[in-house]
Nanobody, 117 residues
Framework: QVQLVESGGGLVAAGGSLRLSCAAS????????MGWYRQAPGKQRELVAT?????????VYAGSVKGRFTISRDNAKNTVYLQMNSLKPEDTAVYYCNAWTVSRDFWGQGTQVTVSS
């Protein structure tokens, strides 16, 4: 089992920044990828960014956030971060941390990010 706890969401003005954190606990040795997804009201959940836990820690970003968001990981703390800069109102959503293992995916409960005009 893997447990994920997100933090760092909140209300920010357009053009501002937020840093989200996701701390993993439990069977963290089984995690291969970690990442962030988001879901706006009435919309499908979409990929924001992922990072490999093994190898060279390769990353993947959604086109809508590339150049503005940065995903990183601190393996010693089993924590993944999402630095969000130049935020836009369309970034408003619930942001979910996820972790991939060989058996299943795990999800956090989500943290609300609201960007005002």
């Amino acid at each position: 089992q893997v447990q994920l706890v997100e933090s760092g969401g909140g209300l920010v003005a357009a053009g501002g920044s937020l840093r989200l954190s996701c701390a993993a606990s439990g069977s963290t040795g089984s995690i291969t990828f970690m990442g962030w997804y988001r879901q706006a009201p009435g919309k499908q959940r979409e990929l924001v960014a992922t990072i490999a836990v093994t190898g060279g820690f390769s990353t993947v970003y959604a086109g809508s956030v590339k150049g503005r968001f940065t995903i990183s990981r601190d393996n010693a703390k089993n924590t993944v971060y999402l630095q969000m800069n130049s935020l836009k109102p369309e970034d408003t959503a619930v942001y979910y941390c996820n972790a991939w293992t060989v058996s299943r995916d795990f999800w956090g409960q989500g943290t609300q990010v609201t960007v005002s005009s």
